[in-house]
């Protein structure tokens, strides 16, 4: 009996051996396995375009100029990008935009006017969608200290209707300086820059926008229906409490305009619940920037409003 039991725990204990020395090289086997799928990859390239018209290198501007700057941008892995970000340092006044993107690969085109800083640091980078960044890539534009304020084109007096108001046109060209009502608005798409509105919807009230607003279908419906359009330009706002009327009455040249001036994708897409006095800086999506004070608004869906305008030329 000792015999056979010894025999027992020895086969026993060979058995024993024997399963973990095959589970010892199966799970050997398995991690080089899952390290052969596991690839590295690098991290997305970024770089600035360097063909003839883009500017790439820090570079001395006169307040007002304008120049193009070019992004490329790649995913080096199995994934695409999914992140453009971008900010500008302006006298350590800070902007951050952030685009949400899909692609392999993407190209990005920026004009950029010198504002009134003394220095802007413009820097950029991407992320593809497991999270990997790109190295960020600056570049530097100080003010040329011979630089002067412009001149404005001075628009003392639009007046818009609202959705329901018949006997006054809703739209507005700021480069002709003409008002349409919802026909001629749509046979104008491509001068339409400034519409106005009475918001029952989200409670906005009185309303300034442009057609690229994404308002309700229900606002301009029928057959010149805003939905319609295949031309809707996108004029950005931003309140500007820090400008009193008497500030905006005296302006003579575009020095009040650059100094609120903003980064277009940070501005808003509605100027609402306006009252008189109320002053926003604007620009539209070609780059006219300027000023608008509201001077009067009457009633809501049939009402009007009245503004004034200083812009650049």
């Known amino acids: 009996m000792t015999v056979k039991k010894c025999a027992l725990k020895t086969c026993v204990m060979r058995y024993a ?4 020395s095959t589970f010892a090289l199966s799970f050997v086997m ?3 396995g899952c390290n052969e799928d596991e690839k590295f990859y690098p991290d997305p390239s970024i770089a600035f375009k360097t063909e003839n018209g883009y500017v790439y290198t820090d570079t001395s501007l006169l307040l007002g100029d304008s120049i193009l700057i070019g992004i490329v941008s790649q995913t080096n892995s199995d994934v695409a990008l999914t992140h453009f970000h971008y900010s500008v340092n302006s006298d350590s006044n800070i902007t951050q935009i952030d685009t949400g993107i899909y692609e392999t690969s993407f190209i990005y085109d920026k004009i950029i006017v010198k504002g009134v800083a003394e220095n802007e640091i413009w820097s950029f980078y991407v992320r593809d969608r497991d999270g990997r960044k790109s190295e960020t890539i600056s570049v530097k534009f100080v003010k040329d200290k011979e630089s002067v304020y412009g001149d404005i084109s001075h628009i003392p ?3 818009l209707g609202a959705q329901n108001n018949t006997a006054t ?3 507005y060209s700021l480069s002709t300086q003409q008002q349409f009502n919802t026909e ?3 046979n104008n798409q491509s001068l339409v820059n400034l519409l106005y509105y009475y918001d029952y919807i989200d409670a906005d009230e009185n309303t300034i926008a442009s057609p690229g607003a994404n308002l309700d279908n229900s606002v301009f419906p029928g057959d010149y229906a805003l939905s319609s359009w295949t031309t809707k330009n996108t004029t950005r706002f931003v309140f500007r409490e820090n400008i009193s009327v008497e500030e905006f009455d005296a302006a003579t040249n575009d020095s009040l305009i650059v100094y609120n001036t903003f980064e277009y994708a940070s501005g808003k897409r509605k100027a609402k619940n306006l009252k008189a006095g ?3 800086s604007f620009e539209t999506d070609y ?4 000023l608008l004070k ?3 608004v009457a009633g809501t869906g049939d009402g009007s409003v009245e503004f004034e305008i200083k812009m650049q030329n």
Do not use: E, P
């Open 17 to 20: 051996k024997l399963c973990i």
């Open 30 to 32: 398995f991690l080089s």
């Open 157 to 159: 007096l639009v007046v």
């Open 169 to 171: 046109g809703s739209f």
């Open 184 to 186: 001629q608005a749509y």
């Open 278 to 280: 109320d002053i926003y």
């Open 287 to 290: 780059g006219k920037k300027g």
């Open 294 to 296: 509201v001077i009067n």
